[in-house]
């Protein structure tokens, strides 16, 4: 069986292969993470053998860039309203579908709960986190999976 750090590196390699298909660039790193302005928490809870939660924070602007990225087009998104939400909700299902898959190729049986998006002061503030591209740098992802300890 896998441990919880082994885990959380698949989680953020799935995170970073979703997000490439979906044509936002991404790549592992650490940086210092740290903002006093509102940030989008999105969080995924997973239950099973696997149980916890992956959660995603992103600066507004980033969100409404994925958001922009994910409707090709079809309307401008310029803050973090309910369609950036359902969006950026959705971008999670994608991300958290996949780690589900690769858990489960890893023998682990796992579900996933339907997201919960929201605006949060001061999220950001880890120094685990994947760092964006040349593109979009400035920009933070912190993605975290948390596991139960023993």
Do not use: W
Request: aromatic fraction near 6%.
């Amino acid at each position: 069986m896998a441990n919880s750090k082994e885990l959380m590196d698949k989680a953020v390699e799935s995170t970073i292969n979703t997000l490439n298909i979906l044509g936002i660039q991404v790549e592992k790193g650490v940086q210092e993470a740290s903002t006093s302005d509102d940030v989008v928490h999105i969080q995924i809870q997973f239950v099973g053998d696997t149980s916890g939660y992956f959660i995603l924070e992103i600066t507004k602007e980033f969100g409404c860039k994925i958001a922009n990225q994910m409707l090709q087009g079809m309307m401008e998104v310029t803050s973090v309203d309910d369609m950036c939400k359902s969006v950026l909700g959705e971008v999670c299902n994608m991300i958290s579908g996949n780690i589900s898959t690769v858990f489960s190729q890893m023998g682990y049986n796992s579900d996933i709960k339907p997201p919960l998006v929201e605006v949060r002061k001061n999220a950001l503030n880890s120094k685990m986190g994947v760092t964006l591209s040349e593109e979009t740098k400035g920009n933070l992802i912190n993605t975290y999976f948390l596991v139960p300890k023993g």
